[in-house]
Structures are given as C-alpha cells and as structure tokens.
C-alpha cells in the first residue's frame, strides 16, 4: 500500500501562485508515476499532471505555462507550483501515484487539498 499526504492548498488571489506538496509513504519503492488530478464541484476529476520516476513530464494543455510539476525522488514527494492562477483553478487537488506489482498497475490518491481563487 501507498499512502499520500498533500498539503499546500489555500485561498488565493487570481494571479497568485500557491505550491502543492505530496509526501508517499508504504511501499514506496515500487512507486512508477505520481502527479496531481482536479476535481471543481460539478465537474469531472481531470488530470493537471504527472511525472515518471525517470522524470518525465505529462501537462494538461490548458496548464502548460503555468503549473510545473516537480519530484525529489530521495523524498518521496512530488510537487505542483502554479503560478498565474485563475479563479477557474479552483478545485480541490488529488495527489495520485501508481506502482506496478507483477505487472499489475494499481492507483493510490491522497486526500485532496481544497485550491480557492479569488476574482
């Protein structure tokens, strides 16, 4: 199992910047990609980003410019800066990290962080 903690979320200005953090914990060593997913209320969970253990990036279009997503391996945490952010940014934020065991891909998401911005 693999557990994820966030923090980092808040209550910001539009244009503001806020950065996320996601500490993995459990079995950890199996770890393949984390990244970040948002939900907004009425809406569908939708990716931000993620990123490999090798470091390799995936950033949804409409976030590219502005979100960067980051990972310190020796830490086991993977980090989301935003910068620019739209009051349409506003979303609760789910840490999700995936490992791979005898070829079989399994999913964890962390609690969500609450990300509100302000007009």
């Known amino acids: 199992q693999v557990q994820l903690v966030e923090s980092g979320g808040g209550l910001v200005q539009a244009g503001g910047s806020l950065r996320l953090s996601c500490a993995a914990s459990?079995?950890?060593?199996?770890?393949?990609?984390m990244g970040w997913y948002r939900q907004a209320p009425g809406k569908q969970r939708e990716l931000v980003a993620t990123?490999?253990?090798?470091?390799?990036?995936n950033t949804a279009d409409s976030m590219k410019g502005r979100f960067t997503i980051s990972r310190d391996n020796a830490k086991n945490t993977v980090y989301l800066q935003m910068n620019s952010l739209k009051p349409e940014d506003t979303a609760v934020y789910y840490c999700?990290?995936?490992?791979?065991?005898?070829?079989?891909?399994?999913?964890?998401w962390g609690q969500g962080t609450q990300v509100t911005v302000s007009s």
């Open positions: 999700y990290a995936d490992r791979f065991v005898l070829g079989v891909r399994y999913d964890y």
């Open positions: 459990g079995s950890i060593f199996s770890i393949n990609a």
């Open positions: 990123i490999t253990s090798g470091g390799s990036t």
